[in-house]
């Protein structure tokens, strides 16, 4: 799909969310004329092209990748709004709450989605579920007080309180909305984060509706990023001592952690690794 066509397409997210492309500065060739202007000797073929760009992602050369830029529309949870801030190499304006009403908008998660606290992972949820009659009545509980708390918000706004403090009670649910712009090395970092299957389901929704966007105007440039970034893995010495010892025929469960240097919680990372190549 053409740059002219992406722009202004709406991408629905979870039930009210959604990303839209507003503008964008750059594409593959940009990053190649970056990369060039040392010597001035401007784009080649595809295939140079398409080479060098790869070569800079390989090597880490991130600068060339700075000069394309993606502007967005978004409309998010403000739950992860909060995650999504946290990467701060970026511009963001945010619908405001003091100057304006905030929207009977809330987020209610699908029921395949309302699950238990994972036993293994601290911040997430596991992969098992409820039954279809515990899930229906954790989200009828969850949009009921979504509308008790709006309801209240709007009553506080109706006794003249400043918009600012008859916010302050409303859910986290809430859905708010902000211009965002940022640069591709950036954004690539950000997606490496945000759609890796351990990302909060929700992100990660939003985080494949960018990679949807970023991989048509920059193609050559997120096959790149693909090979070598988010599919990659990256062994440390250690795990190269590991390696070598498996290359000469020791098993796996015979290595010795303290003569290669792995903790316990190491070997189980690199055993992950491992299986990620064998996949």
């Known amino acids: 799909m053409s740059k002219e066509n992406l722009i202004g397409k709406e991408i629905k997210c979870l039930d009210h969310g959604f990303v839209r492309l507003v503008d964008v500065m750059g594409d593959d060739g940009s990053i190649v004329q970056a990369a060039r202007v040392s010597y001035g000797a401007g784009t080649k073929t595809v295939n140079e092209d398409r080479g060098l760009i790869r070569y800079l992602m ?30 701060r190499t970026a511009n963001v304006n945010e619908y405001s709450g003091r100057y304006s009403i905030m929207k009977d908008d809330f987020y209610l998660p699908d029921l395949d989605q309302i699950r ?13 579920t409820f039954s279809s009659e515990k899930a229906n009545a954790i989200r009828e509980k969850l949009g009921k007080v979504q509308k008790e708390l709006y309801t ?27 211009y965002w712009k940022i640069d591709l090395h950036n954004l690539f970092h950000f997606l490496r984060l945000r759609i890796d299957s351990h990302a909060q389901y929700e992100i990660r929704v939003y985080g494949e509706a960018l ?11 997120w096959q790149a990023f693909e090979d070598y970034s988010l599919n990659s893995a990256n062994f440390s010495k250690p795990e190269l001592n590991a390696m070598k010892k498996l290359l000469e025929g020791q098993k796996v469960e015979d290595l010795d952690l303290d003569e290669i240097g792995l903790s316990k919680r ?11 190549i064998n996949q």
């Open 58 to 87: 390989r090597h880490k050369h991130t600068t060339p990748f700075e000069m394309v830029e993606f502007k967005f529309h978004i409309k998010l949870p403000i739950f992860i709004a909060r995650q999504w801030i946290r990467h």
């Open 152 to 178: 209240e918000y709007e009553s506080l706004l109706g006794e003249e309180l400043a918009r600012e403090l008859a916010r302050i009670n409303l859910p986290l649910s809430n859905y708010t909305e902000w």
């Open 211 to 221: 990679a949807g966007i970023v991989k048509e105007i920059v193609p050559h440039a």
């Open 266 to 276: 190491e070997f189980r990372e690199f055993q992950l690794k491992l299986e990620q």
């Open 116 to 128: 238990p606290q994972s036993e293994n992972n601290k911040q997430g949820r596991s992969d098992e």
